[in-house]
């Protein structure tokens, strides 16, 4: 019981340190609308992967070239192994942060610290996945760029259907 009290104690202050912590200015991008709809997305960049996959998987309704293809599938393969490196630096940071906290009286300063690293692991793979985008995109055509925008939000929302939250009325 004790633990479990310890436990959820601790998750409470990584929550609050979480949310306390400056954001990065780019990530006002997120409620930004434009006409690359959800592409541009902050919260969709780890989406690349599904962009790229859906690029290669339906190349014919793209009108993709077979060079076009193979110039692909190796950055798709980067983008693979730099989301599993992106997830394991995160996930290390979040640990080593949960270490300083698990005292009784954790010091603030390295909590601090602690908390800017995990936010500059994720600028850092944001802005890489940003630069992976441009150069995807150099490599298609206007009017396959326009067919890839028509097609991704259908196959996004295949994988996870959007769910609302409703505010309970008193």
Known sequence: MKTRNSISKMLAAVALLALSVPVPAFSAMKNMSNEHGQMMEMGNMDKMDDM???CI???????????????????????QKAQVRYK?????A????????????????????AVKKIAEIKTAHKLE???????????????????????MPMKMSEKKPVMKMHKKQK
């Open 52 to 54: 790229m996959d859906m």
């Open 57 to 79: 998987e339906h190349s014919a309704k793209m009108g993709l070239t077979d060079d076009q293809i193979m110039e692909m599938k190796p950055m798709h393969r980067e983008m």
């Open 88 to 92: 394991a630096d995160l996930k290390v």
């Open 94 to 113: 979040e640990i080593e942060l949960m270490e300083i906290m698990d005292v009784k009286d954790f010091d603030m300063e390295k909590a601090g610290i």
């Open 129 to 151: 996945m940003l630069k992976n985008m441009k150069k995807m995109r150099t490599i298609l055509t206007d009017e396959q760029f326009e067919k890839m925008k028509v097609m």
